[in-house]
């Protein structure tokens, strides 16, 4: 057989439904964050985003980072869209829809500019040569663990700081109530 023959994978090959599997979550993501922006109700583009985060989730562990993937799904489904649904619900209602710029080009501008940016990053995707990246390390929670234990326990503290100050905040926001 000659070595410079390239066989293309069947669908039903391991190397096939691997691709499937990512077209699945990049369709995924795609979908969700299409409900996210053109929903004309809150709480649909909110369904919409966790969509998306899932997605985004499924991609992370389709690029073999589960504990990646499990904190998309802990802290932007979990936390995240379920913040922006309780602020959605205590927020007063609008007494009347705004609606944004419009006119006759507003829309064939904007799917314009879409079309440019996807084929010019298809094409950019299509041609760049991509090297295979050395393994640092096995990316299991135990090295992650001892990693933000040791290596970065002073970033892993900051953060920690900064999440008590976003805390605190919303706690005195929240204190003044819908009318203040």
Same mark, same amino acid.
């Given at each position: 057989? @000659?070595? /410079?023959?390239?066989? /293309?994978?069947?669908?039903? +090959? ?6 499937? !599997?990512?077209?699945?979550? !990049?369709? #995924? ?8 922006? @053109? /929903? ?6 909110? &369904?919409? $985003? #966790? ?12 690029? @073999?980072?589960?504990?990646? &993937?499990?904190?998309?799904?802990? *802290?932007? =489904?979990?936390?995240?869209? !379920?913040?922006?649904?309780?602020? *959605? ?5 609008? %007494?009347?829809?705004? =609606? ?18 996807a084929g010019g990053f298809s094409i950019l995707a299509i041609r ?8 640092? @390390?096995?990316? +299991? !929670?135990?090295? #992650? ?5 040791? %290596?970065?326990?002073?970033?892993? %503290? $900051? ?12 706690? =005195? ?8």
């Amino acid at each position: 057989m @000659n070595p /410079s023959m390239v066989i /293309s994978p069947s669908f039903f +090959s391991v190397d096939g439904l691997v691709g499937a !599997v990512f077209l699945i979550m !990049v369709a #995924i993501t795609l979908i969700g964050g299409l409900i996210a922006c @053109n /929903s004309e109700r809150l709480v649909r583009s909110v &369904a919409g $985003l #966790i969509v998306c985060f899932v997605g985004v989730a499924g991609l992370y562990y389709f690029l @073999n980072s589960p504990f990646v &993937a499990m904190m998309q799904i802990l *802290i932007y =489904v979990g936390a995240v869209a !379920v913040t922006i649904s309780f602020a *959605i619900m205590l927020a007063a209602p609008e %007494e009347q829809k705004r =609606v944004g710029p419009s006119g006759p080009l507003v829309g064939p501008f904007g799917f314009a500019t879409a079309a440019l940016l996807a084929g010019g990053f298809s094409i950019l995707a299509i041609r760049t040569d991509w090297k295979v990246m050395a393994k640092i @390390n096995d990316g +299991s !929670v135990k090295t #992650i663990g001892i990693q933000l234990l040791t %290596e970065y326990s002073m970033v892993f %503290e $900051l953060i920690s700081i900064v999440l008590l100050i976003a805390i605190l905040g919303a706690l =005195v926001i929240a204190r003044g109530g819908r009318e203040g």
